[in-house]
């Protein structure tokens, strides 16, 4: 009995460290401690094999105070508001 409870199972919590993380563009910083950042993503069309763009808009916590036009780092976490589930972890490049 106790040699299978030491087994980690699926649903566990291994593999809860692993959090999304994505690059991208901030388009606005209009609100206090929140920017929206621009998710671009490109793949290969399944039948055709073209590559396809898709844009999401996702809003994310902000504390270090990005601008508008610069490349940031966001990561995954727990709900911060209605519409909040990102936070920006470093700002990559600055808008010229």
Do not use: C
Request: aromatic share 4%; glycine share 10%; no cysteine.
């Amino acid at each position: 009995m106790t040699e299978q409870a030491a087994i980690p199972g699926p649903g566990t919590g291994a593999e809860r460290g692993r959090r999304k993380v994505r690059t991208g563009v901030v388009v606005s910083d209009k609100m206090q401690k929140t920017v929206v950042v621009l998710l671009t993503r490109r793949f290969a069309h399944g039948f055709y094999g073209k590559q396809v763009t898709r844009s999401k808009r996702v809003a994310a916590h902000d504390e270090q105070g990005a601008r508008t036009g610069d490349k940031v780092r966001i990561v995954e976490t727990r709900p911060l508001s209605s519409t909040k589930r990102w936070r920006v972890v470093e700002i990559l490049e600055r808008a010229k």
